[in-house]
């Protein structure tokens, strides 16, 4: 999709515990195996700057205002883009990313109400230089689910028993994003791909977005 470059982009979004960060790293160890330069990736927190925007965003001991958070947010994927997602691409590689802009447009814009879903997009498409992802799979998962292993996964790795600063927000929170992600998963369906979780072992999920990958993106290098 962005023809300066001969690498390709791959986008792995979904609500919090949605498991997409398992699949990332899935789809990622599968195409090293088949021999395709790529790297592996995520939002917010993957540069030595980042990881300290990061902390600021999900420690559920400080309080910041839902503008902060967007630019914070904004902040870290111009540093994210312009360090790590550009040099790959330009060199040839493919970029498998858990998160990308579209996490914006969803919890700041339609879960939060920050800003009007165009000005967001702008700001953006701004922040990254305009370079949008060749696909984009969205795992879809029950709110009530998904939190719940979210809460989880942050109680074991940051010792936030009751979830990040975001999964803190609660139930209803994630039912606006789950729904926030099924509106611009229309909008944006040219490259769109919605992965239904529902009682699907990680082995089949990963099985359904490679499926996808080798129609739309391997099949047109060869």
Do not use: W
């Amino acid at each position: 999709m962005n023809e300066k470059f001969t690498g390709r982009f791959i986008v792995l979004e979904g609500p919090d515990g949605s498991g997409k960060t398992t699949q990332a790293q899935r789809l990622y160890q599968r195409l090293k195996a088949d021999g395709m330069p790529c790297i592996l990736t995520e939002e917010p927190g993957a540069t030595r700057e980042g990881r300290i925007i990061r902390n600021i965003l999900l420690n559920p001991e400080l309080k910041i205002s839902p503008k902060t958070e967007l630019f914070l947010f904004l902040a870290d994927r111009a540093n994210h883009v312009q360090k790590v997602i550009e040099p790959a691409l330009s060199d040839g590689k493919t970029v498998v990313c858990s998160r990308y802009f579209y996490s914006t447009l969803v919890y700041q814009g339609i879960a939060r109400s920050v800003a009007p879903f165009s000005f967001l997009l702008d700001l953006n498409l701004y922040a990254t230089g305009g370079i949008i992802p060749d696909i984009v799979f969205y795992i879809d998962i029950e709110p009530e689910k998904g939190l719940s292993k979210a809460k989880d996964i942050s109680s074991q790795r940051h010792n936030y028993p009751d979830g990040d600063r975001i999964e803190s927000e609660g139930l209803d929170f994630q039912i606006n994003v789950r729904n926030g992600y099924l509106k611009i998963a229309e909008h944006f369906k040219d490259y769109f791909i919605v992965i239904t979780a529902g009682n699907k072992s990680r082995k089949d999920i990963s099985k359904e977005i490679y499926s996808y990958i080798e129609r739309r993106l391997l099949n047109d290098r060869t």
